[in-house]
């Protein structure tokens, strides 16, 4: 499981302002728990944190463990964590299939057998007939579907979601977080969560902390 010790950042806007988004922050992922939110206003360094823990972005002090092993200095691609981004963050110049196989593909396994497993995939999010499309021409939930394939195509150890239902509007947002919850539970993957938004932490998590002044407090 995730565990951060001591862990250091601060950070100083363009205007030379500075503050601590960590100040020896540790915090141990909670036993029988799947979906754990992190909240906080915006600016308190919630998108920061989560990069620092999928290897985005360096602490300036502290560690980063997964299962009792020191994955600080490890690279993004060797923690197996997946990172989703609050605009999806899908290559516009890829295929529909093609997005869902590149994680695929930077692991190393050929273009034939990439595809062939996103195409699968997709079938199973409903997607099978966009497969061949460009994202630009997917709807704002097709092209999250598309995020969350991308996502879990590579059995990530860790889901890293930040801010994932901001783009959409309010009844799409409600019927997302029901088949996030429910496509993540069947993956059996761990998720930390990022948002703002305390009525979407309560529907997609099992405990949740608020992040503030470098340190975290726990909610539920």
Known sequence: MLELVNINKRYTDAAGSSWDIASNLS???P??????????PSGTGKTTLLRMVAGLEPVQGGRVLWDRVDVTDWPPEQRRFALMFQDFALFPHLSVQD???????????GTAASRAAATELLASFGL????????TALSGGEQQRV???RALIIQPKLLLLDEPFSALDADLR????????????SAGTKVLLVTHDESEAKAMASAAWHLQSGGLERLW
């Open 27 to 29: 915090w141990q992922w």
């Open 31 to 40: 036993a029988s728990h799947n979906t754990v939110a992190l909240l906080g």
């Open 99 to 109: 997005n869902v196989a590149f994680g695929l593909r930077e692991q190393g396994m």
């Open 128 to 135: 099978a007939d966009k497969a061949r499309q460009a994202t």
């Open 147 to 149: 995020a969350l394939a």
């Open 174 to 185: 409600v019927h997302m977080r029901e088949e996030f919850r429910q496509r993540v539970a």
